[in-house]
Each structure stands twice: as C-alpha cells, then as structure tokens.
C-alpha cells in the first residue's frame, strides 16, 4: 500500500514538475506549463481539452504611456476661491494604469468620422460630430474656428473641442473595437500561432475582431479615467522621490515642480508651461514676446510633459473624467481606485435639481479637470474641478482614454 502511495506521489511530481514553465520553477501567465497543476491533465491536447492559448505579455496599446500607480494626497492644493470645499485632501492608493500621452486631436476624431461614415448608420455619424459653434459667440469674431478648426489641415494635432462627455465615451468604444481588429488581423495572419481555439491560425484563421479576452492577443478597453486616476496622473509625483524612500519631498500646485508658470530652466527659460489665460484679455501676450504663444488651443505636443510623460495635463483643454460630480466626493468614496459612478450615498434628490432648479447637480453632470487656453491659473492646479451636463460641450473640453493595466497587481 506505501508503494503505491509512493509510486502515485512521484507519478503526480512528475506531472506537476511538467507542468511548471520551461525554465522550471513555478509557472506563470506567460509560461504556464504543458499540464494543469491543478488537475494534472495536459492543456491543448484536442479540442475537448482546456485550451491555453500563448501569451507574451500585453499588446502596446497605441497612444498610451504606462503610469505606475501607488499611494497619493488626492484634494486641491490652491486657495478655495469659490468656497465650494468640494474636493478637499484625503489619501488614497491608485492602481497602476494607461493614459493617453496627449489630448484626443482633430485628426483622430476625423479617422473616427471616416469609419464611421462607412461602416454605421448615417445617424450614428451624425451623432458623433463635434459641435463646432462652440466656437460662435455673439460679440466676438471666432466665426472661422467654426469651419475651420476640425477639418483644416493645419490644425490636425490641435485637441478636439466640442465634444461632450457621452461622444467621448462613444470614441473609447469605438477605438477599443478599432484597436483589437487591427490586432486580430495581426494575430490570425501568423503562419504558426495558435488561433482563439487553440489551433494554428494558419490552418483556421479566426475572423478578424471575433479574438476572444483570453486569447491574449486583444486589449482592455480604452475608456475616459476616473477622476482619480487624471488627479494621480497630473500630478506626476513620481518626479519627487529622489531617495526611493516613500517619501514625496514636495507637493505639487501644478504638474510640475515650483508655484511658478514659467520654465525656471535651461535653454527654455522664462517659457511659459501651459497654455492659459494670464489674466483679463491676456490669452497670448504682446506681439514679438508671446506669452504661451497660443491664442486658443495648440499643438498637442507643446509645452513640457510632466514627470510621467504626459503632455497638457494643465491648460489646452479642460478633460472630461468618468465621475458624475459629487461636492462631497472625498467623504463617501472608496480609499482604493476611487470613483464615482452615480448618485450612492448622496442623491441627486438632495441638492433639488428636480423641481425648483435650485441646483444644477444631478446624475447626468459629470466632472472635468485640468484648466483650459480660455481659464486663469488657478485651474490648472489638477486638485481644481468642475462640472458639466454629459450632454454638454464647448470651445475649452476635450479628453483622453485610460486603459487598466491588465495582469498585474500593481
């Protein structure tokens, strides 16, 4: 009876043994073993067995940088000028995600356009096309932003604008499903990788866009971030430990260090950092020594990225963020990956939106941050937000996606 015991004990190690990756040890997501270390059967053996497909790691997502998340002081750093004590300071732990290196531009709404109009319903194009008159306005002259600051070559790489917080949202599914059939036709061209089933894509190919979450091979969805997730990222304190000791030697007014708007170093000093509104009439200073030299919007890529890679976390455009706006956020709201998703805790019955209209919050207001060409300083701080109905849009919001970071812990 021992012998047996002994006989299937080593027969079972030499399963599990097997089952391990192909540099021994223990197995991992990218090296899972020919065997379950669960049950001992072999993964892919036919059709009927638990297919396994290959894994490397998480496809490059296009667009996105990768931000390391960790614990921060979430709340405005700037006086409370409008005494609305709505975002105040409390600690909270983000998880590590993706965001877009810059604000969605022009020429990427109109590649969406363009799919669009050939692949859906007039209607759903009609849907998706930016509001330019929010350009228009009665006393003054921006009549040619209106026709030309969407379609006009020059301004390509200039932010969209005009875009409310539903189209934003409509853009991420969009792209999520452009992005992953782009990889599907990728992934089922190879002559030797195994396909959604486990098969070799060269014998079956999978359709392309039909590749299955576990197939490895697609994306998690882009999406707008969280308002935690804009706040952690604008803040970019991963540019202030310089000890690896947990320790942040400085809080940040803006996304960068100082309480200055000017670059403090190098060959670019005395330049402004952000596209804003310095004061009453002062979107650019005077002809011949410009300010931040953009009377509206500007290139997506001006101004010096902050400490995370990220481009106009402050000023360009406001950014829309996933949360309907709550003042009292910062008491009812979980300490991990925050986020407000409706009315829980705190009614939209409360602030009588409804009847009287003494209020303007209720749930289909939603938050945006980050201060615009058209705003003063004190918005730029990424601790400052506001609030806009969803299906709202002007000259001064545009936005970027986030993407989790899928099969990780950090």
């Avoid at 021992?2 to 021994?24: D, M, N, R």
């Avoid at 060959?267 to 953009?294: E, H, I, P, T």
């Avoid at 749930?363 to 730029?380: C, P, Q």
């Amino acid at each position: 009876m021992k012998l047996i015991k002994y006989v299937s004990a080593a027969v079972l190690g030499g399963i599990l043994l097997s089952s391990c990756g192909k540099g021994g040890g223990y197995p991992t997501s990218t090296d899972p073993g020919d065997y379950s270390s669960a049950t001992g059967i072999e993964y892919n053996e036919d059709e009927t067995a638990f297919q396994v497909n290959d894994y490397e790691d998480m496809p490059q997502a296009p667009g996105l940088v990768f931000i390391e998340g960790g614990r921060t002081t979430l709340g405005s750093m700037e006086e409370d000028i409008a005494m609305t004590r709505d975002n105040i300071e409390r600690t909270v732990t983000v998880a590590s995600f993706y965001m877009d290196e810059t604000e969605v531009a022009n020429i990427h709404w109109l590649e969406y356009l363009h799919y669009l109009k050939a692949d859906s319903l007039y209607e759903v194009y009609q849907a998706a096309l930016p509001d330019t008159t929010v350009w228009s306005h009665q006393l003054s002259f921006n009549d040619p932003y209106v026709t030309y600051y969407l379609r006009y070559p020059g301004f390509r790489f200039f932010p969209v604008v005009g875009v409310s917080w539903l189209q934003a949202n409509d853009y991420c599914t969009w792209r999520t499903a452009k992005v992953n059939e782009n990889l599907a036709k990728e992934a089922t061209g190879g002559s030797e990788r195994r396909g959604l089933f486990g098969r070799k894509a060269a014998q079956e190919p999978a359709e392309a866009g039909a590749l299955s979450i576990e197939s490895g091979y697609v994306l998690p969805n882009y999406r707008l971030p969280t308002e935690a997730e804009w706040e952690y990222a604008a803040q970019a304190l991963i540019g202030t430990q310089y000890n690896e000791d947990e320790n942040q030697h400085n809080r940040r007014l803006y996304p960068w260090d100082g309480t200055q708007m000017r670059n403090p170093h190098g060959k670019q000093m005395g330049k402004f950092l952000a596209n804003f509104k310095r004061g009453r009439g002062d979107y650019a200073g005077v002809a011949g020594s410009l300010n931040d030299g953009a009377m509206i919007t500007d290139y997506i890529y001006s101004y010096p990225p902050n400490d995370f890679g990220l481009y106009n976390m402050a000023g360009n455009v406001n950014e829309w963020v996933q949360d309907i706006y709550r003042p009292l956020s910062f008491q009812d709201v979980e300490d991990l990956n925050p986020f407000r998703r409706d009315g829980f805790l705190d009614e939209a019955e409360n602030y009588d939106s409804a009847e009287g209209y003494h209020s303007l919050i209720n749930n289909e207001v939603r938050v945006f941050k980050g201060g615009s060409w058209k705003d003063v300083a004190y918005w730029l701080s990424p601790g400052t937000r506001r609030f806009m109905a969803q299906d709202s849009s002007t000259a001064t919001i545009g936005f970027r996606c986030a993407m989790i970071n899928a099969g990780s812990n950090r």
